[in-house]
Structure formats: structure tokens, C-alpha cells
């Protein structure tokens, strides 16, 4: 059965630490990864990984895929407390509706 | 970006009763939408792929006549979950698969917190 897993599930840090967050995952095609922030209501799309080795980058926040080993990780450095919330790991095979199939999702709490 | 707009942002109804929601693509035509459930502190929970003008491809474990979807038309979905129990109270929400270069992407609405008493 295919599945996404993300770890830690939940992570307690300082403001201005750097943090890594991690999904890895087993499916039969796989076609992306993308990783979403959810706060309050709705997930907010950050970065979509196809291909490996390519960092994906935006800001403070950053990512890059393995596809050899099958994990992409979440980098966030210098963190501040507008970063605390749940992170999500998605991702989407090759075929079909192309769902994305989501992990547990890391939730990251940044204290002052 | 592309927008997704999803209504009632909360609903509380009484058990027995059945609640839509709905689930609309404002700046683009979403031939597909995603119906998620989220618990509590948990990821989200695929429960159905909406299909514009076909019937609706649930998972595994969800009833369908539990959780009616219709998606008559390119921009809007609807989740109408008939005869309510308080096992249904959840969060529950859409994403529609954006367009163009972004049709790899799914964008959420903003989500429906439904309780029944």
C-alpha cells in the first residue's frame, strides 16, 4: 500500500533556530512531492519537487527531493513564530485523477 | 493564485439532518476536485475525487451514500452529507487541481467545520 511519512509529528523549537522537517514516502509512480503549511483553515502550497538534487527555494524556507532514497526534506531557517503550523507532505503518482496522497503532517511550534 | 472558495465556513445542525457544502473555483475551471476529512491534530483523509460530469470516485471505507458529491459544472462541487450523526463532526475540506502550468498543484478552500448535536 502506498504511503507518506513524515517525521518528527511534532517539533518544539526557539525563535531563529533552523529546523528540518522530513517525509518519505513509498509509491508505485511517482510523479511530485509538494509540501504545504496549514495554520488555521486552509493548506498553502509551498514548493513542488519532481525532480532530485534541485533545491527548491523561497525565502527562509527551502526543499529537495531524493528520489533515489524516496524523502524530500523541509528546511526552515531562522524561524520565527509566524512559522509555527502544521507542515504537510503530499505526493502525487503518474496515472488517474493524479490525487495526492498526504503524510501525518509535522507540527512545528516556534516559541518567542 | 487560484482560488477556492468553500461554504459554510461552520455549520452545527442536528443529528438526522443533511448539510451541503459547497465547493467553487473562481478563477478557473476545476475538472477535478478532492473531498478531504481532517480530525483533529490529524493530516488530511481523501475521501472522494469529484469528476466533472461523472459520478464521484470515493476511497476505500467511505460510504457514498453517506457523502453525496455532485459536480455539475467546471467551477463548482458540492459534499452533502445526509442524515448527519455526531460521528460525522469533522473538519471537512475541498481542493480543486488548478490549470495550466499550475495542474500538478491542488488549491484548498478554506474549509467547513461541521458538528452535529
Known amino acids: 500500500e502506498d504511503k507518506v511519512v513524515q517525521s518528527p509529528l511534532s517539533l518544539v523549537v526557539h525563535e531563529g533556530d533552523t529546523v528540518t522537517l522530513n517525509c518519505s514516502y513509498e509509491?508505485?509512480?511517482?510523479?511530485?512531492l509538494l509540501w504545504y503549511k496549514q495554520e488555521k483553515k486552509a493548506p498553502t502550497f509551498l514548493f513542488m519537487l519532481?525532480?532530485?538534487?534541485i533545491e527548491k527555494k523561497s525565502g527562509r524556507l527551502s526543499s529537495i527531493l531524493d528520489k533515489k532514497e524516496l524523502f524530500s526534506i523541509l528546511n526552515i531557517t531562522a524561524t520565527q513564530t509566524g512559522d509555527s503550523a502544521i507542515y504537510l507532505c503530499?505526493?502525487?503518482?503518474?496515472?488517474?485523477?493524479?490525487?495526492?496522497?498526504f503524510g501525518q503532517g509535522t507540527r512545528l511550534t516556534i516559541n518567542p | 493564485g487560484a482560488v477556492v472558495s468553500q461554504h459554510p465556513s461552520r455549520v452545527i445542525c442536528k443529528s438526522g439532518t443533511s448539510v451541503k457544502i459547497e465547493c467553487r473555483s473562481l478563477?478557473?475551471?476545476?475538472?477535478?476536485m478532492f473531498w478531504y476529512r481532517q480530525f483533529p491534530k490529524k493530516s488530511l483523509m481523501l475521501m472522494a475525487t469529484?469528476?466533472?460530469?461523472?459520478?464521484?470516485?470515493?476511497e476505500q471505507g467511505v460510504e457514498k451514500d453517506k457523502f453525496l458529491i455532485n459536480h455539475a459544472s467546471l467551477t463548482l462541487s458540492t459534499l452533502t452529507v445526509t442524515s448527519a450523526h455526531p460521528e460525522d463532526s469533522s473538519f471537512y475540506i475541498c481542493?480543486?487541481?488548478?490549470?495550466?502550468?499550475?495542474?500538478?498543484?491542488?488549491?484548498f478552500g478554506s474549509g467547513t467545520q461541521l458538528s452535529v448535536l
Open positions: 481542493s480543486a487541481r488548478g490549470s495550466g502550468r499550475d495542474n500538478e498543484k491542488l488549491f
Open positions: 509509491v508505485t509512480n511517482f510523479r511530485s
Open positions: 519532481t525532480s532530485s538534487g
Open positions: 503530499a505526493v502525487v503518482e503518474w496515472g488517474g485523477a493524479q490525487k495526492l496522497v
Open positions: 478563477d478557473f475551471q476545476a475538472t477535478t
Open positions: 469529484s469528476n466533472e460530469g461523472s459520478k464521484a470516485t470515493y
